[in-house]
């Protein structure tokens, strides 16, 4: 079992930054991949991006560029820098750990980029 807890979002204007962040329950050092995704109303969740545990990153189109993935073993967080932020990345934004091919999934944050 792992417990994940989103934090870091709010309001924000469009062209601005926040820091997500996603705090795990046990060792980064066991969890094989993790990723953020998002969901905004009406829409189907969507992979915003990933990395593994040899730190490995992969982005949507949609947010390359512009957001970036980290994690911090030690810390036993993962991150997510986003910068120049657009109307269109409003969503609740969810991490997402693998553990022995089991998903876990956090509680979401809301992000809100205003125009």
């Known amino acids: 079992q792992v417990q994940l807890v989103e934090s870091g979002g709010g309001l924000v204007q469009a062209g601005g930054s926040l820091r997500l962040s996603c705090a795990a329950s046990?060792?980064?050092?066991?969890?094989?991949?993790a990723a953020w995704y998002r969901q905004a109303p009406g829409r189907q969740r969507e992979l915003v991006a990933s990395?593994?545990?040899?730190?490995?990153?992969d982005y949507a189109d949609s947010v390359s560029g512009r957001f970036t993935i980290s994690r911090k073993n030690a810390e036993n967080t993962m991150y997510l820098q986003m910068n120049s932020l657009k109307p269109e990345d409003t969503a609740v934004y969810y991490c997402?750990?693998?553990?022995?091919?089991?998903?876990?999934w956090g509680q979401g944050t809301q992000v809100t980029v205003s125009s």
């Open positions: 990395i593994t545990s040899g730190g490995s990153t």
């Open positions: 046990r060792s980064f050092f066991m969890i094989n991949a």
């Open positions: 997402k750990a693998v553990v022995d091919r089991a998903d876990f």
